[in-house]
């Protein structure tokens, strides 16, 4: 199957180098560009892509109101691409806000290049692109800037977790690989994927991404848990 994507960035060499790079992937089809988030939003809606490429700061609508705009559509819209955000710098108080929007991971711009090819498979299969050692920095720093944890609105959905649910999504939150986590709890890493499926089941989640942001806000995990 072709994975269509559209790149919406204000950088014209960003875009086309991006464009050229992605075409040149015989499973990748570049479907549409956009100078700036308002226009992404009307390219997402026409082109109907899998992958949507998106910066973080641009003019007329930063990607972050654009990724609202695309992942919450009006009614009568259908389609519901998946989100990718491009950022800068590691550290983007942007990029929080993305994933609690529903994005499916960030990516930095000065990744290697098959690393960017490699996060869209990834998005595209229904993952979110959470590099590990990132999600440990970047979630703690903004998490622990964010009011304190909601506790009672989540503790209700929290208590629907088993206890071995309840310890894949922490693991998850300190940022630990499928794998990492297999290692962790001797488990198989298939194992540990069935209990991410029912974790994000449980607690109507869209991905991965938001279970670190919902472990975060509800307390579960706190920032300096993160490097543990």
Known sequence: MTIRVIIVDDQAMVRAGFAAL??????????????????GVEVARSAHPDVVLMDVRMPELDGLAAAREILH???????????LMLTTFDVDDYVYE???AGASG????????????????VVAAGEALLAPSVTRRLIADFAASRPAPRRDTTALRLNGLTPRETEVLELIAR??????????LVLAEQTVKTHIGRVLAKLDLRDRAQAVVFAYESGLVTPG????
Do not use: M, T
């Not at 559509?73 to 989100?83: D, F, L, S």
């Not at 940022?175 to 962790?184: F, K, M, P, V």
């Not at 848990?225 to 543990?228: E, I, S």
């Open 106 to 121: 960030f990516l930095l711009k000065d990744a290697p290049p098959a690393d960017l090819i490699a996060a869209v498979r």
């Open 98 to 100: 993305a994933l609690r």
């Open 225 to 228: 848990d993160a490097g543990r």
């Open 73 to 83: 559509p009006p009614a009568g819209v259908v389609h519901r691409p998946k989100v």
């Open 22 to 39: 992605l075409a040149a992937q015989p499973d990748i089809d570049v479907v549409g560009e956009a100078p700036d988030g308002r226009r």
């Open 175 to 184: 940022g630990l690989s499928n794998q990492e986590i297999a290692d962790h």
